[in-house]
């Protein structure tokens, strides 16, 4: 998810994270927003236009900015887990 596009400067961010498509874009906005940092999304080759006709992009990728100053706590806030179905699982029998 992070690249080493670090500190490459767009608009009035730098740069997060790049998203697949615009689902994974939107969850990781949306997420960013709630806790008050806001995000610019630029989109690659045609994927704009592809949301805006077909209501969303699964072809291109979407690199995400934030301001400098948010840097450090958006990359702690949209850290990336590894779940599979046995940490599924186990989660479920510590419930029980």
């Known amino acids: 998810m992070f690249e080493r596009k670090e500190k490459k400067a767009w608009r009035n961010g ?24 806001p995000m610019e999304k630029k989109y690659q080759g045609a994927s704009n236009a592809l949301e805006i006709i077909m209501g969303n992009n699964v072809s ?3 690199d995400l900015y ?30 029980e």
């Open 60 to 62: 291109f990728p979407i």
């Open 66 to 95: 934030v301001p400098e100053e948010c840097l450090e706590d958006a990359k702690n806030i949209i850290v990336p887990v590894n779940i599979t179905d046995e940490d599924f699982e186990k989660e479920l029998q510590e419930k």
């Open 14 to 37: 730098v740069y997060l994270a790049t998203a697949k498509n615009s689902l994974e874009a939107d969850i990781l906005e949306s997420k960013l927003r709630s806790e008050g940092i």
